[in-house]
């Protein structure tokens, strides 16, 4: 257990996905981190696309080799437009083999993923786990105080907020939100089918926003399904059998028969993003930073390039034997993180505004463009390589 004498170099607060690969990022990177977070049975079965570079960024954590057997690729990405409208774009189709991958990158379920990141972080000897939740954070001169639920106290000089959409770490240094609840509710859950997906994902843009069908080892797919929350709702009290034909009829049967597996999850979608990623000794990841609809596998991707970022910047101070803390610090975080953050909440929120308006004259404007994503090379080679990672992360 942590001792409150003990001043760690970090402390991560939050043990979701984000927050625990932040942890092991720090502590590979030379830093005696906490991480204060409940220990928690992973209790639904949502799964994450990794892309390519999440995957290699898990991959040199040493967690990626724990569940990579769970996992399954992805080769290729239909975009199909099912909205039933006058002027409708193509299908676009995305290849891998095109820019030379094998994948564009793995989908998981989140169970299997938290499985892997809780038994690397346990072989790290300067990874202490505060088996507790937060409950106060006080910003002080040289370090940040984190007061646990049962009255344990932790201090760092660097505190990394992955405590989600309601941080409190977001809340302690006065960090304001713009926040825009959208119309829509996601629906998840898992399905098996009768004919293989041969690794491709494909997603039905419909007039309420996607349904995107993403392989999972085996004949069994992920499904998210966005739609209007009374639509969710109706979705989610069917009956195994009708929510089985509901979305076999919805992917026009391109997988067979379809039966849904147990284990449905309605999420509320809305865009969030903080007016600074970081403040006063706290830099924010994860949902603490970005909240964006699932369209193009972006949220959690988002939150380890977050996490990868705060472990090198601190890394980097803590090898030079400076404050990982230190406003410089902060602000290289903050320019790091807000044009990847800024842009691809830009671009998704502009993908699903272009689903939801069926003001005609935008139409032949959104198929003109999916038809040049689809026929120019070029185009759609860039699109590939900008949907995996900024370029000039590369």
């Known amino acids: 257990m942590a001792d409150g004498s003990t001043l760690y170099d970090t402390a991560v607060i939050g043990g979701g996905p984000a927050g625990l690969t932040a942890a092991i990022a720090l502590a590979q990177a030379g830093a005696r981190t906490a991480l204060v ?44 437009d099912d909205t039933g409208r006058l002027i409708r774009a193509p299908e ?31 072989e790290l000897p300067n990874l202490t786990r505060v088996d507790d939740e937060a409950e106060g954070v006080v910003t002080e001169a040289d370090a940040v105080a984190i007061r646990t639920a049962a009255g344990q106290f932790v201090s760092a000089r660097l505190v990394v907020g992955a405590d989600g959409r309601h941080s409190l770490c977001r809340e302690a240094v006065g960090i304001a939100v713009t926040r825009r609840e959208l119309k829509q509710t996601a629906l998840t859950f898992n399905v098996s089918h009768s004919r293989p997906h041969r690794n491709v994902s494909t997603e039905f843009h419909t007039p309420h926003g996607p349904c995107v069908f993403v392989p999972l080892p085996g004949d069994r797919s992920s499904i998210v399904w966005v739609a209007a929350p009374a639509e969710a709702e109706r979705l989610r009290a069917l ?15 391109i997988l067979g028969r379809m039966t849904v597996e147990p284990g449905r999850n309605l999420f509320p979608l809305g865009i969030e993003r903080p007016d600074a990623f970081a403040r006063d000794r706290i830099a924010l990841i994860g949902e603490a930073a970005h909240v964006v ?32 803390g230190t406003p410089e610090v902060l602000r290289r975080y903050d320019r790091a993180r807000r044009p990847d953050i800024v842009s691809r909440t830009f671009v998704i929120d502009m993908a699903n505004r272009s689903l939801l308006n069926d003001f005609l004259p935008l139409q032949p404007v959104r198929a003109v463009g999916m038809h040049l994503l689809g026929a120019i090379g070029p185009l759609r080679r860039l699109a590939m390589r900008e949907g995996l990672a900024p370029t000039w992360r590369r």
């Open 37 to 80: 977070a409940r220990r928690l049975p992973y209790a639904d079965n949502r799964t994450t696309a990794l892309l390519g570079g999440s995957v290699e960024f898990l991959d040199g954590l040493g967690v990626w080799p724990h569940c990579r057997d769970k996992a399954a690729a992805l080769e290729a990405m239909r975009l199909v």
């Open 92 to 122: 676009v189709r995305f290849s891998c083999h095109e820019i030379g991958l094998d994948a564009f990158g793995y989908n998981i379920d989140n169970r299997s993923l938290m499985l892997a990141l809780e038994q690397r972080a346990a």
């Open 239 to 253: 009956t195994d059998d009708e929510l089985s034909a509901a979305v076999e009829k919805q992917s026009h049967s």
């Open 293 to 324: 609809p699932p369209i193009g596998a972006q949220g959690l991707n988002l939150g380890l390039r977050d996490a990868a970022d705060i472990a090198r910047l601190a890394g980097d101070a803590i090898t030079a034997a400076q404050d990982p």
